[in-house]
């Protein structure tokens, strides 16, 4: 699956919720590899508080914010 993001890139979810940026692909590692995702990127944002906050969501679950 090709990778749809870059880092930097601002998304939100496809069902809504907080403005995100990409922070990087998340990094999967095995006994004998470790390879970044084609799939899962890890997002942050900040919360109604301020809080810095990350999260991995899977690349379709997501789009680009069209007012970036």
Known sequence: MPQKFTKGDVVRL???GPIMTIEKYKLET???Y???SDHVVV?????N???LESR???QDALVKNEDE
Request: one cysteine or more; charged letters at 40%.
């Open 14 to 16: 496809k069902s809504g």
């Open 30 to 32: 095995g006994w004998d």
């Open 34 to 36: 470790s390879k970044e």
């Open 43 to 47: 997002c942050t944002w900040f919360d």
């Open 49 to 51: 508080d301020g809080k």
């Open 56 to 58: 991995p969501f899977e």
